[in-house]
């Protein structure tokens, strides 16, 4: 239910992997949004290691697939790099460039291969009586780099990361907030049910600009003082 794979791998413990893509996005004349090499990997970085992390799991390696070409490949590295060092990591990077055709538009494609024990998964936890609540707003192209501000950073990813008394955690994608929530709440056993949010349920969140967090109702101000004018509760109307 979730956009991440766990594999056994051996005694209790298990291999973790996620991806993330991106597609005419970058510095090609046929892109639709235009941005720099080393920020459309950052990006594509940031939502393949936020899909890691938020089960609980280790990163330990990341897989670059770069379609744009040869000399492009340093440039994408130093983004992934960056978004290593904001979340205060150093993970090797392998990958492969397409060095025998040209393309007309951008393609990069990051996959972040982790470990964890089975017993210690983020997943699957949220009890009957969770509260919901959205850190970050949803974006998606020209939006991520001008409201910067109203994403999802990944210092704030790290704090709520640390908490307790939040039970899970999930990045959201491009089906938006309201499809995150049900596959969370199926995934726990919990009824699909109507909510309601200030921010727009079905918006695409883009490279995970924001975060769907369940949580144990006490942490509720704690959460609010870390998240400040960026969480926004979601109410389920059962």
């Not at 080393?38 to 939502?47: E, G, I, K, N, P």
């Not at 955690?169 to 491009?174: A, D, H, Q, R």
């Amino acid at each position: 239910m979730r956009d991440v794979l766990f594999l056994p791998l051996y005694d209790d413990t298990e291999l973790v992997v996620a991806a993330d893509g991106s597609a005419a996005v970058g510095e090609k004349e046929m892109d639709a949004v235009s941005a720099p090499y080393d920020v459309v990997a950052y990006f594509a970085a940031r939502v393949a290691f936020m899909e890691v992390l938020s089960v609980g799991a280790k990163p330990h390696a990341v897989v670059l697939q770069n379609f744009v070409n040869d000399e492009a490949w340093e440039t994408l590295c130093n983004g992934i790099r960056q978004t290593c060092d904001e979340l205060r990591m150093d993970v090797p990077i392998v990958g492969s460039s397409e060095s025998n055709f040209p393309t007309l538009q951008s393609a990069v494609g990051i996959t972040v291969v982790g470990t964890i024990q089975a017993e210690r998964k983020r997943v699957g936890i949220t009890p009957p009586d969770a509260k919901f609540a959205v850190i970050g707003e949803p974006l998606v192209g020209d939006e991520v780099l001008k409201r910067k501000k109203r994403m999802l950073s990944l210092s704030l990813f790290r704090e709520l990361l640390k908490q307790n008394g939040i039970y899970e955690l999930v990045p959201i994608g491009s089906k938006g907030i309201y499809y995150e929530l049900q596959q969370l709440l199926h995934a726990n056993g919990l009824s699909a049910s109507p909510c309601s949010c200030a921010l727009p349920l079905f918006t695409s969140s883009g490279p995970a600009t924001s975060l769907l967090i369940s949580y144990h109702s006490h942490m509720e101000e704690e959460i609010k003082k870390i998240a400040k004018d960026l969480f926004f509760p979601l109410e389920l109307h059962l």
